[in-house]
């Protein structure tokens, strides 16, 4: 089987990119489109350059500290390049894992939410305010993404053309969501929005579970964790992982999902277990409260 690598690009790799970065910059595009089409349909177009400017701040912000901390793993040798490229995964995972979550809290208020802020604004006419409001609201989604690619970028580069295909990927997806966007501000549902979170965040928590045992294999090579570095069982010869084999779905499943035909005790109890426990966290149903008109989690009434 021929490798994707040959053409230059990674496809596995690519793929994790564009999921990333098309479901961070759903949210980020989700968010202006929302302010912009508020202040169109109250009559204050007139404000739309402060919006710009505070989204372009925040997203040269974000691609800087994405650069810098980039720079600084090259600068490192072993074995603390191995322990700050563990972190760095690790860091990526528990950052989408909080961004999951806490879009699954609030996704049914943020329109309301932002709509007050901007009133607040511009009530008390600090329309510079608003320049503020767009650069917070897009540089938490800016912040994820560059430590969330860290992490994908980190866990492929020792891929050949795999670190690059997972920018392009990025690229792409932000590409695709900023027409996601813009078709949101035209008044146009081009996807239905709550079946999108929910299974690009299924697919965010596999790739964040293969982060995970990337970091726990780093960290068992450095001596960080000193046990779990037996190898739990061998299928190369079924369905390796690297490169040298040509074989693309085991590229593509290392890419994705962080699979290896060779897994150590250590990454594969650390893949389960965080597959296991936010997956089934991330599924359990929601109920609204009418009280608080805030999403909360179902839990089963009291015997």
Do not use: C
């Amino acid at each position: 089987m021929t490798s994707s690598t040959e053409t230059g690009v990674d496809y596995g790799f690519f793929t994790t990119g564009l999921l990333t970065g098309l479901r961070e910059g759903v949210e980020a595009a989700l968010i202006v489109s929302i302010i912009l089409a508020y202040l169109a349909r109250t009559g204050n177009v007139r404000h739309f350059g402060r919006i710009w400017s505070g989204t372009a701040a925040a997203l040269a912000l974000s691609v800087a500290i994405g650069l810098v901390l980039f720079v600084t793993i090259g600068e490192l040798k072993a074995p603390a390049e191995q322990i700050f490229e563990g972190s760095a995964m690790l860091l990526a995972a528990a950052v989408v894992t909080w961004m999951l979550f806490w879009m699954r809290r609030t996704a049914a208020n943020i329109r309301g939410e932002l709509q007050a802020e901007i009133d607040r604004a511009l009530t008390h006419g600090s329309v510079w305010g608003l320049s503020v409001l767009a650069f917070a609201a897009v540089i938490r989604e800016g912040i994820e993404t560059s430590l969330f690619l860290l992490g994908q970028v980190t866990a492929a580069s020792q891929a050949h053309a795999g670190a690059s295909s997972t920018l392009i990927g990025a690229v792409v997806g932000l590409a695709v969501a900023v027409l996601i966007g813009y078709g949101f501000y035209r008044g146009t549902r081009v996807i239905n929005l709550r079946i999108f979170f929910t299974w690009t965040g299924v697919a965010l928590v596999f790739i964040a579970a293969g982060l995970v045992a990337n970091a726990a294999h780093e960290l068992i090579e450095a001596g960080v964790i000193p046990i779990g570095g037996g190898i739990a069982f061998d299928i190369s010869r079924v369905l390796p992982h690297s490169e040298e084999s040509g074989n693309l779905l085991g590229q593509l499943l290392r890419a994705l999902l962080g699979y290896s035909s060779t897994p150590e005790w250590g990454t594969l109890i650390a893949w389960a277990a965080y597959l296991g426990a936010v997956l089934t966290l991330y599924l359990r149903p929601m109920r609204r409260v009418a009280s608080s008109g805030q999403a909360t989690e179902h839990r089963p009434a009291s015997t």
